[in-house]
């Protein structure tokens, strides 16, 4: 399997973090559990690195092959969902991660599962028609950061790191039984949902603290 689906697939198949005494994927720099990463945009490789070369990549105005994965939680209390627009953006579960592939230059779906990450088919109007509707998603950094969005209870919609989506879908493949994928799984997503929704900055003041 080729191309993000395979990429994603390929890396979730491990944990994303190194365990002890794993080094650095650029320097060999020995790293812990606790590192950073940045993406290979062309071979849609995501890499444990260390703090030394993650600030090599941070600059996101630069053409670069690899980027830095930041550390930012987005919340977007106004995100809006017509009724139908899920259903016209062709995924079949309640919960779903969007990220703009730049190297394909087009936005890219998948979901969780049984057998990790499973992409979805996008058809690129409904998309635009959420994205017409939602003009703050605009904030997304391409190939690093991802839009969760998740419709079970209640319609919500975050950016988060691309890396956290890796970790929660590994998670999930690890733990899913059954056709809905049991308690254990339910109960990582809403550990996970916590988590992000502790982190999460609203849209609005991500905007108002920019430079202008």
């Given at each position: 399997m080729?191309?993000?689906?395979?990429?994603?697939?390929?890396i979730?198949?491990t944990?994303p973090?190194?365990?002890?005494?794993?080094?650095?994927e650029?320097?060999?720099?020995?790293?812990?559990?606790?590192?950073?990463?940045?993406?290979?945009?062309?071979?849609?490789?995501?890499?444990?690195?260390?703090?030394?070369c993650?600030l090599?990549f941070?600059?996101?105005?630069?053409?670069l092959?690899?980027?830095?994965?930041?550390?930012?939680y987005v919340?977007?209390?106004?995100?809006?969902?017509?009724p139908g627009?899920?259903?016209?953006?062709?995924?079949?579960v309640?919960?779903?991660?969007?990220?703009?592939?730049?190297?394909?230059?087009?936005t890219?779906?998948?979901y969780?599962?049984?057998?990790?990450?499973?992409?979805?088919?996008?058809?690129?109007?409904?998309?635009d028609?959420?994205?017409?509707?939602?003009?703050?998603?605009?904030?997304?950094?391409d190939?690093?950061e991802?839009?969760?969005?998740?419709?079970?209870?209640g319609?919500?919609?975050?950016?988060?790191?691309?890396?956290?989506?890796?970790?929660?879908?590994?998670?999930?493949?690890?733990?899913?039984r059954?056709?809905?994928?049991?308690?254990?799984?339910?109960?990582?997503?809403?550990?996970?949902?916590a988590?992000?929704?502790?982190?999460?900055?609203?849209?609005?003041?991500?905007?108002?603290?920019?430079?202008?």
């Amino acid at each position: 399997m080729t191309g993000p689906l395979g990429a994603l697939n390929r890396i979730t198949r491990t944990k994303p973090t190194a365990p002890v005494g794993e080094r650095c994927e650029m320097c060999a720099e020995p790293i812990g559990d606790e590192h950073q990463h940045v993406v290979n945009t062309q071979a849609r490789q995501l890499m444990c690195v260390c703090r030394g070369c993650y600030l090599l990549f941070t600059d996101a105005s630069a053409e670069l092959r690899y980027r830095a994965v930041p550390d930012r939680y987005v919340s977007f209390p106004e995100f809006e969902l017509g009724p139908g627009q899920w259903e016209e953006l062709e995924i079949p579960v309640g919960l779903a991660f969007f990220f703009r592939n730049s190297t394909l230059d087009r936005t890219v779906a998948f979901y969780p599962g049984p057998a990790g990450a499973t992409e979805s088919e996008l058809p690129l109007e409904a998309w635009d028609n959420v994205l017409a509707a939602n003009p703050q998603l605009a904030l997304l950094t391409d190939d690093v950061e991802a839009l969760l969005i998740r419709t079970n209870g209640g319609i919500t919609c975050h950016i988060v790191p691309i890396d956290a989506c890796y970790q929660l879908v590994g998670t999930l493949r690890r733990l899913w039984r059954g056709f809905d994928g049991g308690q254990d799984a339910h109960r990582e997503i809403e550990n996970f949902f916590a988590a992000v929704n502790a982190r999460s900055r609203p849209a609005q003041a991500v905007v108002s603290d920019a430079p202008s």
